[in-house]
T-cell receptor, first 112, second 115 residues
């Protein structure tokens, strides 16, 4: 079946540090890949997405590249801010399917 | 710009009680979903709907029911609440453009505690 595995959290960094959150997937078809972010007390918001191999999604300084050869979609940011503190979810949707499959989420805390 | 609206935001139920979680979207999306979020477990799909009058089970449907009488509304019903249903519930919607399914928009969630 389809599944998403994220790096274990929680992750705690200092402001301006470099961030990587690992995400790997298994899929029965050709998936689209997503990163969603959940700020405290809120629902999930789409952060970025990529729909085909070698695509790079980017938003708010975050980037992720769709790597078909390693079945990965790692999230990166060069310099994190306190306001980036949130839970980050990697997700996939196989083409033609209706549902999103989520990873378990990674809680990120940025200290000033 | 209401998007996806869920009510209530919080609820405490006693074991065996029933309740309906409401979800409404104003984006004319054909797809709607219910997920539950348990700590450290990500989101699990309960039920989904591809349009009015059509619903289908997700990964964890037991103990829940849904209906989709209109495009806008997708209520989730708990008939006999159990402690295992303590969770945060998210409703989401999306649409199709051609053969592509667009991004999902989520409500703010309903935190349910069953005691």
């Amino acid at each position: 079946g389809d599944s998403v595995t994220q790096m274990e959290g929680p992750v705690t960094l200092s402001e301006e540090a470099f961030l990587t959150i690992n995400c790997t997937y298994t899929a029965t078809g050709y998936p689209s890949l997503f990163w969603y972010v959940q700020y405290p007390g809120e629902g999930l918001q789409l952060l970025l997405k990529a729909t085909k191999a070698d695509d790079k999604g980017s938003n708010k300084g975050f980037e992720a590249t769709y790597r078909k050869e390693t079945t990965s979609f790692h999230l990166e940011k060069g310099s994190v801010q306190v306001s980036d503190s949130a839970v980050y979810f990697c997700a996939l949707r196989v083409r033609g399917a209706q549902k999103l499959v989520f990873g378990q989420g990674t809680r990120l805390t940025i200290n000033p | 710009n209401a998007g996806v609206t869920q009510t209530p935001k919080f609820r405490i139920l006693k074991i065996g009680q029933s309740m309906t979680l409401q979800c409404a979207q104003d984006m004319n999306h054909n797809y709607m979903y219910w997920y539950r979020q348990d700590p450290g477990m990500g989101l699990k799909l309960i039920y989904y709907s591809v349009g009015a009058g059509i619903t289908d089970k997700g990964e964890v449907p037991n103990g829940y029911n849904v209906s989709r009488s209109t495009t806008e509304d997708f209520p989730l019903r708990l008939e006999l609440a159990a402690p295992s249903q303590t969770s945060v519930y998210f409703c989401a919607s999306s649409s199709t453009q051609g053969r592509q399914n667009t991004e999902a928009f989520f409500g703010q969630g309903t935190r349910l505690t069953v005691v």
